[in-house]
């Protein structure tokens, strides 16, 4: 178990269960039943989505929410992409974690491929800005 992870107690269902998680980029991640599942932390802290909005990324860029690595990547340059749909999948603290689409739009750039090794942070993808 990584430093950063801690034990948490969830109710799924009306059942409560205990699961590892960690805090990554504005969010709470946790595994339960095979299956990664993200939280922003605003919907439990009660916090000022304004003062989050300003640190939030943009819509359009895909980033890396960990280090990890990527092990499947779905779309290629060109493709138009709906919202939430998957455009990679990576992996990390031996769990897989999918990235999927905010917006309607079409997949400008691709900064990485199968096996890249990525930091927290990364543009792994660039999708076109919606015109407003």
Do not use: C, H
Not at 24 to 36: E, G
Not at 75 to 83: E, H, I, T
Not at 97 to 124: A, F, P
């Amino acid at each position: 178990m990584s430093n950063s992870m801690k034990q948490i107690k969830v109710k799924i269902a009306g059942v409560e269960r205990t699961v590892l998680a960690e805090v990554i980029d504005q969010k709470l991640w946790y595994k339960v039943d095979n299956q990664i599942l993200s939280a922003d932390i605003a919907d439990f802290s009660g916090g000022s989505r304004k003062r989050q909005g300003a640190a939030k990324k943009s819509s359009n860029q895909i980033l890396a929410p960990m280090p990890g690595k990527i092990t499947k990547i779905f779309v290629q340059v060109g493709d138009v992409v709906s919202k939430s749909q998957m455009l990679l999948v990576m992996e990390a603290m031996k769990m897989e974690y999918t990235l999927k689409s905010d917006l309607d739009t079409e997949v400008e750039k691709i900064n990485v491929k199968v096996g890249d090794q990525v930091t927290l942070g990364n543009l792994l993808i660039q999708l076109k800005k919606k015109e407003i």
